[in-house]
Each structure stands twice: as C-alpha cells, then as structure tokens.
C-alpha cells in the first residue's frame, strides 16, 4: 500500500525511532514523506521514498493532494502539538483532507502502531469507501 509518513522538526527524531522498530513492516509499501522527513528515512534507514517538497514550503499540500486523488491509503503524521507552525493552515488543511476521504491517519506513535499493524494494510482485496464520496479503488 501507500504510505506517506510526516513529521514535524521536534518530533522527526520520535518518527526516525518509530520507522526504525518497524522497518520490517514498513519494508512492503511504498512510501511518501515531506522532504527533511523523506530525506531522514531514506539516510538514516536506508528506505526509498518518493519525497514531495518540504512541509513549510507546500509538501503537506502535495501530501493532501495525493489523497484526495487516491494515491494515498495511510497516512503517519506525527505533529507537534506544543508548537504553532509558520505553515499551521496547510497542517489544518493536511488533517482536513484525510478525514474528508476517510484515510487513516496517525497523528501519535501509539497510534502509528496500531496502524502499521492493521491487517488492512496487508489486505490487497481492501477498498476504500466513504459515505460523502462513494469510490472503490481499482490500483
Ligand atoms: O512540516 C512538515 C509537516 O507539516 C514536515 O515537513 P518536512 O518533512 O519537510 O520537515
């Protein structure tokens, strides 16, 4: 499946150890990610990550882009709740979209568990629908 996983700068060292415990896991999909977060996965863990532009400069628009097209069928964003961000509208807008088309998103590690184990992840029979915006994917 089709992961995009984000992190805030406080909480990229939290994401690097998380991605790091499930690295076996992670290893079957393809991953997307913001660029420093991308760039962090891909040296620190060795994984290969399609990066889209740097969260502050429209990466979390181009993550939000990519579900409400489809590409996207989970979505681990471990965001800094203590702190306000110079892109705050574009973090609302990423937790907006999501939810709007009913992909999973993790926004805690235990959380980010919990998804990375879910069977659904592992089912290639999973669909995907949402009552606003009945839509089956076929890829
Ligand atoms: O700002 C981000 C998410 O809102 C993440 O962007 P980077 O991975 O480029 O730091």
Known sequence: MELALVAHDSKKAALIEWASRNRDRLDGHT????????????????????????????????????????VIDAVIFFWDPMETQPHDTDVKALLRIAVAWDVPMACSESTAQMVIESSRLVDKDYTRTTPAHPRTRTA
Not at 33 to 60: H, N, Q
């Open 31 to 70: 991953i997307f990610a913001t660029a420093t977060t991308g760039g962090l996965l891909e040296t620190e863990l060795g994984l290969t990550v399609s990066k889209t532009l740097s969260g502050p400069m429209g990466g979390d628009q181009q993550i939000g882009a990519k579900i409400a097209e489809g």
